[in-house]
């Protein structure tokens, strides 16, 4: 690879123009390294150069937000720099905004490397560390170089296609991918390393940091429940003899539909199971177990007036949280079409 | 006062090969593959067994790998009490061990719950440990294809573990290389005092695949032979796990097999350091997965009153089992011991098929903020293409779907290949959170 051609992101502020008075800047393109882009220079030297500059105002960008990222997206492509800095941010909530967004945006469309900086309070860190690898800074520019520096040996490894460490070691925001890696050490070896220091109140460093748990608002109750219609929806595989909707025994990103008889409920059909999570065999005896037809029949006209005459069924092993979810809002669609109250909810 | 000392005599086997008479010469294993076919072969289920010797850098996959064991012998007697020696406790004495070596059982019907694949060369040897041990493959043909499976199952357990102990016979009355010894109490109470005292707790099997109801699955070996596993939290000694005692049930050898047991890292670890850095307490707290909600609190409860109450515990080392129910499990034990005051580290195994930290575990308590990462069973390697396939014709994934190329380049899920993602912590596969 030849020279390493770096084009350098800025607002209006770090680009030398001025204050909030000139956030309505519209995109300026200069030849040059401007302002805190001398540090990247710096750090450059002797595998690449900083070919241009492009300050644009915070203001202009996050009330133009498409026309500006055309505009900015044509200045780079026309670059064609092998990797792009954006910021550093620091706090500066719609700077960060900008920041993330381009370089989404030309991670996504020019298919180039991008690295910006930003503190972990700057609204942008957690709208963007997904997808855009975001360095660590502190609330002001005091270690300006430093943040630099992070930001180009982040950069210069993805532009070169090395392998990057991780997040700690790097300076990044964790973007919560996992990554399979052979370390030097047995699980059993880092367990007991671990357990040690956390005994002895030394520091030590999670693998796996637990993920925030969305916590999902409870419908409100059934004002009626002796008028209510109820439905019966599974996550334990059942499906029809055959597999129609070719649910998967793991991984399940669809659901079937079962329908089911007034008089004889689940009978007069036969039925499968796809999950790997249990031994299938009680249920293939029975399907009531796994979705209790035979019971919610003979309860209607007494608490609740009836029920739904679908069963929704899918594969609750190893699903992912995002298909989750989808399965869900697609099956909630259907039941509040059909005018359901209540779902019961069977799992194994 | 009984001893309770365990001091296995290592042997270090470098080269496995075919011989007239089964013996050890050096650092060579020679096997007499008749006398050995002819005893596996007396089983009744069988119509056929086929031995192979495999050895590190060979051009070849092992597939349908149900278990691996590594070939011991106690000198007392009495190896794999309840299967094959009579139920009597174990876990002290001698017994010799070929390291180097590893018997391999197969499961040709390809209805191990966790079947796997051991490459010798390319990309997947290094992601098992078996790519770097002589592996003694036992192929064992059913007579009747439809056979129970359990059945077939139990069949084959007995084949590796009487193979295990009739190789390891072969070291004779001979010198070993080295004795591992293993004796907690070593460590008298002087040297005790200011030591952090830390448990080990071993999730051993979950009930969730089990069919109680057939003969073949009640007769599955999982501690000290078969019978109806403890569903209430209960003490094994450590040493009782490296000797024998335990098994992780039919078919979950891929990912928790017996040779791990049989080298349970946390163990060896736990083992290492006690008297100097901790004092490891002399009870291994050991659970059966139960499925429902009731009997988990229940589990998870107790447990940590004997954690507590008990053991007397300073922290803890809380691993699992493969299922989403051991996970559960797990996360309720974290917070009940946390609750008490025990430290703990939860170990786990990612199920994120797409690499993104929000699928890869199920636990969402704070208080698991100790996490060491087994591996992440859903992650994917590119398996190199090879000259030759053990173990059978067919190799089904979970989903039903057969591997079509078996001798050529696929990729498959981590799952699939043999202790790669393992619970008794002898893998070095893990994870980096980026």
Redesign the interface.
């Known amino acids: 690879m030849g020279e390493i051609k770096v084009i350098h992101y800025l607002n209006q502020f770090f680009g030398g123009y001025g204050g909030e008075d000139k956030a309505d800047l519209g995109p300026v393109f200069l030849e040059k390294p401007v302002g805190p882009g001398a540090l990247l220079q710096e750090r450059l030297k002797g595998i690449g150069r900083v070919t241009g500059t492009i300050v644009c105002g915070d203001n202009y960008f996050g009330e133009n937000q498409e026309k500006a990222t055309r505009t900015l997206l044509g200045m780079v492509e026309k670059c064609r720099p092998d990797l792009v800095i954006a910021g550093p941010a620091y706090k500066a909530g719609r700077y960060g905004f900008a920041c993330g967004s381009i370089c989404q945006e030309i991670q996504e469309h020019l298919k180039i490397p991008c690295v910006t900086g930003m503190n972990a309070l700057n609204p942008g860190t957690a709208q963007f560390r997904s997808d855009v690898y975001i360095v660590e800074t502190g609330e002001t520019p005091r270690k300006l170089r430093d943040d630099i520096m992070k930001m180009v040996n982040v950069g210069l490894k993805l532009v070169l296609h090395e392998k ?1 460490g ?2 700690s070691e790097e300076g990044y925001f ?19 390393d ?3 220091a ?3 109140g030394t520091p ?1 460093q ?6 925030d ?1 969305e916590i999902v608002p409870m419908a409100p109750g059934i004002s009626d429940l002796s008028a209510s219609t109820i439905a019966l929806v599974t996550d334990g595989g059942l499906t029809l003899a055959g597999n129609p909707d070719h649910i ?4 399940a990103k669809t659901f079937t539909q079962i329908g089911v008889s007034e008089t004889s409920g689940l009978s007069g059909n036969s039925y499968e199971v796809h999950h ?4 299938d ?2 249920v293939l005896e029975d399907p009531n177990r796994l979705v209790p037809v035979d019971v919610m029949l003979s309860g209607e006209g007494k608490a609740y007036a009836r029920l739904h005459p679908v069963v929704y069924s899918t594969s609750g ?2 699903t ?2 995002l298909n989750g979810q989808a399965i869900g809002r697609q099956i909630a669609a259907r039941l509040i079409e059909a005018k359901v109250d209540g779902v019961i909810l069977t799992s ?1 | 006062m009984k001893e309770n000392k365990l001091r296995l005599l290592v042997r270090v086997i470098e080269e496995v090969e075919f011989g007239p008479k089964t013996c050890i010469e050096g650092a060579k294993l020679i096997i007499s593959k008749s006398e050995l076919t002819d005893l596996l072969a007396q089983d009744p289920v069988f119509a056929k067994v086929e031995i192979s010797i495999t050895r590190p850098g060979d051009n070849v996959r092992i597939i349908n790998v149900s278990d691996v064991v590594e070939p011991r012998f106690r000198v007392l007697g009495n190896d794999f009490p309840g299967v094959l020696g009579k139920i009597e406790a174990v876990g002290f004495g001698d017994a010799y061990v070929l390291r180097g070596v590893a018997v391999v059982e197969t499961n040709v019907l390809g209805t191990a719950l966790y079947r796997g694949i051991i490459d010798h060369s390319g990309e997947g040897a290094r992601f098992t440990p078996y790519s770097l041990t002589n592996n003694v493959v036992i192929v064992c043909q059913p007579k009747d294809q439809s056979v129970d499976k359990y059945e077939y199952a139990w069949a084959i357990r007995r084949a590796a573990l009487k193979a295990s102990v009739y190789l390891a016979k072969a070291a004779g009355k001979s010198e070993p290389e080295f004795i591992e010894e293993y004796d907690l109490d070593k460590v008298g109470d002087a040297d005790a005092s200011g030591l952090p005292r830390i448990g080990y707790l071993q999730q051993i099997v979950s009930l969730q695949h089990e069919d109680l109801r057939n003969p073949f699955n009640q007769k599955e070996p999982i501690v000290y032979g078969y019978g109806p596993l403890p569903s209430l939290p209960t003490l094994l000694h450590p040493n009782e796990i490296l000797d024998g005692a335990i098994m992780a049930g039919y078919g979950r050898g891929a990912v928790f097999s017996l040779y791990s047991l049989q080298n349970n890292s946390f163990i060896k670890e736990l083992y290492h350091r006690h008297g100097s850095e901790l004092l490891f307490s002399p009870g291994v707290l050991t659970i059966i997965v139960p499925t429902s909600m009731e009997e988990k609190d229940r589990v998870a409860s107790m447990a940590a009153q004997l954690a507590g109450s008990v053991l007397k515990l300073d922290g803890i080392v809380i691993s699992r089992d493969w299922t989403g129910a051991g996970e559960t499990t797990q996360a309720l034990l974290c917070e009940k011991m946390e609750d008490r005051g025990i430290k703990t580290v939860v170990t786990v195994r990612g199920a994120s098929a797409d690499n993104s930290l929000s699928d890869f575990v199920t636990i969402f308590s704070d208080k698991a903020d100790a996490v060491v990462s087994c591996g992440n069973g859903y992650d994917t390697v590119t398996l190199s293409p090879v000259s030759e396939v053990i173990g059978g014709e067919v190799f089904r994934l979970r989903s039903g779907v057969a591997i079509e190329n078996l001798s050529g380049k696929f990729s498959i899920q981590l799952v699939y290949v043999v202790d790669a993602v393992n619970f008794a912590g002898i893998s070095r596969v893990t994870t980096m959170v980026s």
């Open positions: 990057l991780a997040p964790p973007r919560g991918r996992v990554i399979t890696v052979i370390g030097n050490e047995t699980s059993g070896r880092r367990a007991v671990m357990i040690l956390k005994v002895k030590w999670t693998e796996i940091p637990i993920p748990v998967p025994n793991l991984n790997v999570g249990y031994n065999a009680y092993a190893v992912s949280k194994t």
